[in-house]
């Protein structure tokens, strides 16, 4: 979809790529200086400019040059062309203050493989292993989970961001991941209900009473998140292209969901919930 999308060059939005669609200009490749003067107004030289230099960050693998141009509930647009180099984050965390709190446990899953960190384990690990890629995929990682990890780790993560929740939201999709993950049809199983607080909880059942199963738990709840995003990216990405004239013909097919390396346990989630229970929480 990247080489049909215009409105990352300046002074093109999505009316005049509308118009550009309808005139016959669908690709860069179908780019004239006189079909883009019949539906706008600008320096068209300038533009065959931008152009040229879009095709030379594509051929760069440099995704962050169209990241920076395009709005987050567009940033769907570039997906296809670097999924190769994409990977799936989500982390859990002692509570929400990114001053405050810490990291407890990091999931990544690239499409192929699942790596997980846990704070007193491997979690210094992550830092290094993030530049293998040059686009993550999050849901409200703009707000959340970046910022965290870039404070906590005293980092800049150098990769495009396709933060989820904006472009679910712009489809209508809302209740936080795992209600969107429900709209769409998606179910958890045993870990159906828990949550973000729930997994604080899990955490500090493990820490404080070394229960395996409760870090167990917390990873497989963890690492759910990261396998669910590539279902909602992709099916996300189908959606909005219904937007374009290119439905039915650059639609990706929906990924076969692999197996949770982790099982939630049953009595660690059946006790806590008890207690939240006798908390009225």
Not at 81 to 86: G, I, L, N
Not at 113 to 131: A, K, M, R
Not at 140 to 146: A, L, T, V
Not at 227 to 233: A, G
Request: net charge negative; glycine share 8%; hydrophobic share 40%.
């Amino acid at each position: 979809m990247l080489t049909h999308t215009f409105v990352h060059i300046p002074g093109i939005g999505l009316k005049t790529e509308k118009r550009l669609w309808r005139a016959g200009v669908f690709t860069w490749r179908d780019w004239e200086s006189e079909k883009y003067s019949m539906v706008a107004r600008g320096d068209s030289g300038s533009l065959n400019a931008y152009l040229e230099e879009s095709w030379d960050f594509l051929q760069r693998r440099d995704p962050t040059f169209f990241s920076k141009r395009m709005s987050a509930g567009l940033q769907w647009r570039f997906f296809p062309e670097f999924r190769d180099e994409t990977v799936y984050l989500d982390i859990e965390t002692t509570g929400l203050s990114n001053w405050e709190n810490e990291i407890t446990t990091i999931a990544l899953y690239d499409g192929k493989s699942v790596y997980y960190y846990i704070n007193g384990e491997n979690l210094e690990q992550f830092p290094e292993d993030i530049l293998r890629y040059s686009v993550v995929v999050t849901y409200n990682g703009r707000s959340f989970d970046i910022p965290f990890i870039e404070r906590y780790f005293h980092i800049h993560i150098p990769c495009a961001h396709i933060d989820l929740r904006y472009i679910l939201h712009s489809l209508g999709l809302k209740g936080g991941l795992k209600g969107c993950e429900r709209a769409l049809g998606l179910h958890r199983g045993d870990l159906e209900g828990v949550d973000g607080y729930f997994a604080v909880l899990l955490w500090q059942e493990y820490m404080r009473r070394q229960n395996v199963k409760a870090l167990e738990t917390l990873l497989a709840y963890n690492i759910a998140d990261v396998l669910s995003l590539e279902t909602l990216m992709i099916t996300a990405f189908n959606l909005k292209l219904k937007e374009t004239p290119f439905a039915g013909l650059l639609d990706m097919e929906k990924p076969r969901m692999p197996e949770n390396p982790f099982a939630a346990d049953k009595d660690t989630i059946f006790r806590i919930r008890n207690y939240l229970t006798k908390r009225g929480i």
